[in-house]
């Protein structure tokens, strides 16, 4: 004997899930920047550079005088050679005076003057340190005033757009359960 059996079939609910993900654009543009430096200020003076050069003690030494020079050097000489050539021509008068005296004074007068050599003085070459140099080097004075880096930096905000995502569950497939009776059917009271 057969005895019929329930079959039972039954089929789990489904959940279906959608997603919309959330966007999220940032957007950023370059910060403006500005940099601008004045030139400086630049102020230079120079003092020339000068030499001098005395030479007239060299010229002297070779008899290359100046005139007004050599017309006060010769008014010199002459005043003193003819304040000598008084006193000696009152020496010799003196002399001359004194006949007692037994020697001849004319042959002594020759002889004294015959034993001079007159000094030429010409001479070629002058002194070592009878040029006389001092020098003032150039000098530069340079005054910088250095300015400052002006910047001026705009920054821009970012721009941002945000989408929120969505989430939405909903029933992909209901749940369900079916009996069936594989068999014979009876009934038997008990």
Do not use: C
Not at 76 to 82: L, S, T
Not at 116 to 134: L, W
């Amino acid at each position: 004997m057969q005895l019929p059996q329930i079959q039972i079939n039954h089929q789990n609910a489904r959940i279906g899930l959608e997603n919309n993900f959330a966007q999220i654009s940032i957007r950023q543009s370059h910060a403006d920047m500005r940099i601008s430096q004045p030139h400086a200020d630049l102020s230079m003076s120079t003092r020339h550079a000068q030499i001098y050069i005395d030479q007239r003690q060299a010229w002297d030494e070779v008899e290359l005088k100046h005139i007004f020079t050599k017309i006060t050097e010769y008014a010199q000489k002459g005043r003193q050679a003819a304040l000598q050539a008084a006193s000696r021509a009152a020496q010799e008068g003196d002399r001359m005076r004194e006949i007692h005296i037994s020697s001849n004074p004319f042959v002594e007068f020759a002889k004294r003057d015959q034993g001079q050599i007159p000094n030429t003085g010409i001479k070629f070459i002058p002194s070592y340190g009878s040029v006389k140099i001092s020098y003032q080097p150039m000098e530069t004075d340079i005054q910088a005033q250095a300015r400052d880096v002006q910047v001026d930096v705009n920054i821009n905000k970012p721009q941002i757009q945000f989408n929120p995502g969505q989430s939405r569950a909903y029933l992909a497939q209901k749940n369900q359960i079916h009996f069936n009776v594989i068999g014979e059917m009876f009934s038997q009271g008990l």
